[in-house]
């Protein structure tokens, strides 16, 4: 069966193909949850209008690996929901990551994010800068020592 689907806001339309309706209901939850964030949850909950600036998907490619985001365009904000692809063993595809593994709880925000460097991140990019010099202290004078038998 050949099946269309339009995002919530409109911006694109999805032509697909499932051959049950079981599988028409995975191809959907897959396109719902990765392209059908039409605004950014980050702006949404700090009462800014999310979609004055809109969003952007963009794909980078990093040491080999390939990394997926949505990206808030709005300049106060710059937040990020993060796109993972599933192994290849488990059937492909990709999900838009909502939930943190390692402290095992839903990332704030819808999944909605900002990267924040950690100390060890920040030292190593950043220049390296020479240790403070103290000023030398400014020579004292000694009005009352007789410099007049010193030979230069």
């Known amino acids: 069966m050949d099946l269309h689907y339009k995002t919530l806001d409109g911006r694109l339309l999805i032509d697909f193909e499932a051959t049950s309706t079981g599988m028409a209901v995975e191809r959907l939850g897959e396109i719902q949850d990765v392209l059908d964030n039409p605004e950014c949850q980050a702006c949404v909950n700090k009462k800014r209008d999310p979609a004055e600036y809109g969003v952007k998907f963009t794909k980078r490619v ?17 937040a990020k929901l993060e796109i993972s692809e599933r192994k290849k063993e488990t059937g492909g595809g990709f999900y838009a990551k909502r939930w943190d593994g390692k402290a095992k709880q839903p990332i704030e925000n819808n999944g909605w ?12 990019r950043s220049p390296q800068r020479e240790p403070e010099r103290k000023p030398e202290p400014a020579p004292t004078r000694h009005d009352d020592v007789d410099d007049s038998d010193i030979p230069f």
């Open 62 to 78: 990093q040491k080999g690996y390939v990394f997926y985001s949505i990206n808030c365009q709005h300049p106060d904000c710059k």
């Open 113 to 124: 994010s900002w990267y924040h460097q950690s100390d060890s991140e920040q030292n190593e």
